[in-house]
């Protein structure tokens, strides 16, 4: 590019004129970068539309148990609703009582009451917790890929930059001219790759927070709704 610049060519005035005169080196740099930054976008969308689902999930779920009085109640009434995380933790507590107990989940009326073993209440709460990491973990799908590319876009845009900068100095090396006409423009595409990383990494980065933020909310409620669940089952007496 420098060549053709120094022996008349034309000058790059715009981003445009810039990216159609790139070298090679910058343009595969580039191409990295868009697809990043296009795989990002994705999967903003679509652990945003995930979470808008499970907080709806999460809402009907609640208000469904809200309007029962008690577990066995509770029981009938959010089996009907489609799964949801809580409402696979619930299940998984109630199968484990009647599991322990044959006949103590009835259709109608209340659970059999009884009383767990220490060893037996220790595994009720293993199960719930092992439940509230798998969901935790269904969750959590995909989001580490948002900060892979928040790490990797500005090292790209480096390297880029870097191949850029060296292309323009060799540039300069053969033709002889050393003046800014011929280093500016050589430089200026360099550091079009830096800014191609910084747009693919910048929004990764937000989201990556963001959603990590929500998953520790997240959890937390489950962990919360798990601890209730036992609580509620001492209460009636079924622990």
């Given amino acids: 590019m420098l060549l053709a610049i120094q022996s008349g060519g034309a000058v790059p005035r715009t981003l445009m004129d810039l990216l159609r005169m790139s070298s090679t080196e910058t343009i595969v740099v580039l191409v990295i970068c868009a697809v990043l930054s296009g795989a990002s976008w994705f999967l903003i969308g679509l652990k945003w539309w995930q979470f808008r689902r ?12 809200e309007r029962t009085t008690t577990l066995a109640d509770a029981y009938h009434a959010v089996m009907k609703l ?18 322990l107990r044959p006949g103590a989940l009835k259709e109608k009326g209340e659970l059999a009451k009884g009383s767990l073993t ?4 220790e595994a009720l709460k293993m199960i719930l917790a092992k439940d509230v990491n798998a969901e935790r973990d269904a969750a959590a799908r995909n989001i580490p890929w948002l900060a892979t590319i928040g790490a990797v876009g500005p090292l790209l845009g480096l390297l880029g930059t870097v191949l850029g900068v060296m292309s323009a100095f060799l540039g300069v090396a053969s033709g002889g001219s050393g003046n800014l006409a011929a280093v500016a423009p050589g430089v200026a595409e360099a550091l079009i790759a830096t800014v191609a990383g910084l747009a693919a990494a910048i929004p990764a980065v937000m989201a990556y927070n963001y959603f990590a933020a929500r998953l520790a909310v997240f959890e937390g409620e489950l962990d919360g709704f798990a601890n209730e669940l036992v609580g509620t089952m001492a209460r009636e007496g079924l622990l």
Avoid: K, N, V, W
Avoid at 54 to 65: I, K, N, P, S, V
Avoid at 82 to 99: G, L, M, T, Y
Avoid at 118 to 121: E, I, S
């Fill in 54 to 65: 499970l907080h709806g999930q999460a809402d009907r779920f609640f208000r469904e148990l």
């Fill in 82 to 99: 489609p799964p949801s995380p809580f409402h696979r933790i619930f299940r998984e507590a109630i199968h484990f009582i009647s599991e």
């Fill in 118 to 121: 220490p060893t037996q209440l």
